[in-house]
């Protein structure tokens, strides 16, 4: 069984930072787009195209053409000494035996930083897959079956960690089984709801839990 696992707000605790630099980059704009707009679950696991294209259509305004470019700067720098793994992951990762490897909306260069500022990239190697590698982004299933195809598995035998609407309904859109984490610090009391009602199969919200739910699907 392959664990495929969401980056931002699954591995590293990223979510809530992206959060305060997007509303800071908007408000500086005078886009009415508030922290708590941009933590949005309707944001959460998107690529930045996507999140451009729902602010251009709910503001009928266009944002600079080096948005994209701009908040990937903002991100890496913002990161670089407040960034932390998600509570718990690194003494899971150690007890789950199966092959594991990442798949996130990020692009590539991101991925590795924020494993490498966490200390959980040992834990992937190289296998890490971006939303950028294929045709469309989740809630697509595009990445996912990228991913499972590279590293030699049927989606049958996958299983998906994620933690926004938009990855469980990729995960579940790739016939693959899906949990829901609600333990990162951007999720609030509505996101088990959320996860169960896009297809998740189990939701639990501490990273402890993790080996143990691995092992009851197996068995």
Do not use: W
Not at 16 to 21: E, F, N, P
Not at 112 to 118: D, H, I, K, P
Not at 184 to 200: F, Q
Not at 201 to 219: N, S, Y
């Amino acid at each position: 069984m392959l664990i495929i696992f969401d980056c931002d707000g699954v591995l590293v605790d990223s979510e809530i930072l992206a959060s305060q630099v997007l509303s800071r980059y908007l408000t500086g704009l005078e886009f009415n787009y508030s922290f708590d707009d941009c933590n949005s679950p309707r944001f959460m696991g998107l690529p930045l195209s996507k999140v451009k294209d729902i602010i251009e259509a709910e503001t009928g305004r266009a944002l600079p053409d080096d948005f994209i470019d701009h908040i990937h700067a903002a991100d890496h720098a913002f990161f670089q000494d407040r960034l932390q793994p998600i509570d718990g992951i690194g003494a899971a990762l150690d007890r789950i035996p199966n092959s594991k490897c990442v798949a996130s909306s990020g692009e590539p260069e991101k991925i590795v930083n924020s494993l490498t500022l966490t200390g959980l990239l040992d834990h992937f190697g190289q296998h890490l897959y971006s939303g950028y590698q294929v045709a469309n982004g989740k809630p697509a299933p595009d990445l996912f079956l990228h991913a499972c195809t590279e590293m030699g598995y049927e989606a049958g035998r996958c299983v998906v960690i994620e933690d926004s609407r938009a990855g469980v309904m990729a995960g579940v859109a790739a016939g693959m089984r899906v949990l829901g984490f609600t333990g990162g610090g951007h999720c609030g009391p509505e996101m088990p709801e959320l996860l169960r009602d896009a297809g998740a199969d189990v939701i639990f919200g501490h990273m402890r839990k993790l080996p143990g739910l691995l092992d009851g699907l197996t068995a």
